[in-house]
């Protein structure tokens, strides 16, 4: 009987292994290969033609931390964070709540907040360059329409990034809205009678009954939008290009531009080990906070 | 509540919905009228099917259209390939080290492929998959997300049956095919429809990936076409775009419902 349990249990580890190999060689050669591969080429230079690259430590970290650019890139992202995160949460929390009670013209609201997460970030610059251009666009015909003078968005450094966020925060909004939707779905009936019995406003119900409950869900999506910040550059590439002077470069795109338009791959990797550190912050704040409540069952 | 506060939340809702889809309907608008109509907004002003056919004309769309679509089945019949297999070893199977690697699984979901980009194109050059639509997909195939709803989606699937099968004399690999597969289905058709529209619309990979017409998706397709170098006015590249997002804003229109139950389901588990 023992050895019976053995030779499956033997079987089983065996089979598991078989099952599992396929997806273990892939996730090696493009995820665990290539993360131990950006951090050893982050140890070393550049090589030239006429200088072979050799191991300098930490030469290329501390490089980033002298470079002006890399803090103003840094800067720019976590404001692009900060403004990114809050804003389409909440705004996504709007939707929700909208979405579910009940209002005319239900649907074409619903589909009008969804609509933006299935179209390309690409594809949503190419139609927020339509309100941004400077004279012809919509947002400075509406300011023409006021008196107001036209203004280049995109082309002068103190609008730039916020005009890329914005075009973020209506991307991503709608997707968060449905997470709210699902989690709203699941708030028993009961509740919003039992509140209505006792006298609360609608304002005291989704305070103090709705919020609370919603709380994992909001912090599913804090670590989504979060991953997004990161993530979410696509639209530079048309609308700003990381300009004008950098006020508008978020780090990802400066990690492409640092790789693929100036052929400096040992800074590029620095860069992309300090991003996997902070990624994996956030990782283990997901795990800690939400794991249990989100994923696992 | 009062009255007026819920026609005041009421308007507010709809006019959200309003700025929130205006940037579609004013490049919908656009793309149909000729570029100095379309910035005057002269409403009256004629539509036209000019922008289309200025644009269709200046690049390889329909090779665009067809590599973006050869990209998703690719990356689709990858990732059900290789999450299946994962997915079920996750979940019904018992080795040793399992919940350790199950950990390095997930981690894969924050080593995002975006950002070991230097590291991949590397990896894809060595593998010659440099410009190849596998090259543009393969980073993609073994999808920490999909093992992860795959296992979850196993894992609910009662072992009786897994029991009766293998008393029938079915293997392993046909009591998946057989038993687990088909019960899995609806997580396959929400995974299939988050899929497609990830990669329908992704770019910076591609972008570093692809090098010629003949492999470059409709996203690096369309930011080269409408880039300010080419001066294309603002008409024709609205057409471009509607172009290019036609079929999956349609597919999303069509079958709404179940786009959002696919996100929901992909998103909540």
Redesign the interface.
């Known amino acids: 009987m023992n050895k019976r349990v053995n030779l499956e ?1 033997r079987r ?6 078989l ?2 190999s ?6 090696s ?7 131990a ?2 951090f050893w ?1 982050s140890l070393f230079s550049r090589g030239t033609r006429r200088r072979p690259s050799e191991f300098i430590a930490l030469e290329n970290y501390s490089d980033l931390f002298a470079d002006p650019t890399f803090w103003v890139v840094v800067k720019n992202n976590l404001l692009y964070a900060a403004v990114t995160i809050p804003v389409s949460i909440v ?1 996504a929390l ?2 929700a709540l ?2 579910n ?1 009940k ?3 239900r649907g ?2 619903r ?14 610059a ?6 941004y ?1 400077p004279g ?1 666009g ?1 947002l400075d ?1 509406i300011g023409g329409l006021f008196g107001l003078p036209s203004i280049n968005w995109l082309g002068q450094p103190q609008t730039a990034l916020w005009a890329v966020i914005i075009v973020t925060i ?1 991307k991503e909004a ?2 968060f809205m ?2 709210y ?2 989690a709203l779905q699941t708030i028993p009936e009961d509740l919003k009678e039992a509140s209505d019995i006792e006298g609360a ?3 005291t119900y989704t305070r103090r009954i709705v919020l609370p409950l919603l709380m994992p869900t909001t912090l ?1 999506i804090m670590v989504n939008a979060t ?1 997004n910040s ?2 979410l ?2 639209h530079l ?2 609308l700003t290009k990381g300009g004008p002077s950098d006020a508008s470069k978020l780090i ?1 795109y400066y ?2 531009e640092m ?2 338009a100036f052929f400096d ?1 040992p800074h ?2 620095a860069m ?1 080990i300090l ?2 550190g902070v ?2 912050i ?2 283990a704040v997901q795990l800690f906070f939400i794991d249990r409540r ?2 696992y ?1 | ?1 009062s009255r007026l506060g819920t026609m005041l ?2 308007a ?3 006019l ?3 700025i ?2 205006s ?2 309907l ?2 919908f608008w ?1 793309a149909f009228h000729t570029s100095s109509d379309a ?1 005057s ?1 002269n409403l009256l002003s004629p539509w036209t099917l000019d922008n289309f056919r200025t644009a269709w004309e200046g690049a390889p769309w329909l090779r665009y259209f067809l590599n973006t679509f050869l990209l998703v089945t690719i990356v689709l019949i990858g990732q059900f ?3 299946t ?2 997915g ?3 979940a019904k ?4 080290a ?1 919940d350790f ?1 199950f950990i ?2 997930l ?17 894809v050059s060595r593998l010659g998959l440099f410009d190849s639509l596998f090259g543009v997909g ?2 993609y ?2 999808s ?1 997300f999909g ?2 709803l795959m296992r ?1 989606s196993f894992k609910s699937v009662p072992i009786e049956l897994h029991e009766a099968a293998r008393i029938e004399g079915c293997s ?1 690999l046909g009591i998946l095919w057989r038993v687990y597969v088909p019960l899995a289905k609806p997580t396959y058709l929400a995974y299939a429809l988050v899929s497609v ?1 990830t990669h ?5 990979w591609p ?2 990936v692809t090098n010629s017409p003949d492999t470059r998706p ?2 690096v397709g ?2 080269i076409f ?1 880039a300010p170098e080419n001066g294309v006015d ?1 008409s024709v ?2 057409a ?2 509607m172009m ?2 036609a079929p ?2 349609v597919a ?2 069509l079958f ?1 419902r179940q ?2 139950q696919a ?2 389901r992909a ?3």
């Open positions: 249990r089983q580890a065996i089979y598991g292994w099952l599992l396929p997806a273990a060689v892939m996730l050669i493009f995820a665990f290969y290539p993360s591969a950006t080429s705004i709007a939707m909208w979405a009670s209002i005319p013209a074409f609201v589909t009008a907040y969804f609509t933006p997460t299935v179209l390309p970030m690409i594809a949503a190419n139609l927020w360059l339509f309100f251009t012809l919509v015909q209506w709608g997707f449905i997470f939707l699902a406003s609608r304002w599913f991953i990161v993530k550059i696509d590439f048309i990802l990690i492409w790789a693929f791959a590029a990797a992309t991003v996997l990624l994996c956030v990782a989100t994923h069952q | 509540m939340e009421q507010g809702a709809i959200l919905a309003v929130w889809i940037p579609l004013f490049a656009a910035v907004f390939f290789f999450t297999l994962a079920f070893a996750f199977m018992d080795f040793p399992k690697v390095l699984v981690m894969q979901l924050f080593i995002l492929p975006e950002v070991l980009i230097v590291e991949n194109y590397a990896m393969m980073p195939m073994a920490a093992i992860f979850q392993l529209s329908w619309n992704n770019f910076l972008l570093i409709l996203t369309l930011s409408g603002i590249i609205s471009a775009t290019s997002v999956l804003l999303f229109l709404q786009f959002v996100f929901l998103g909540i588990k």
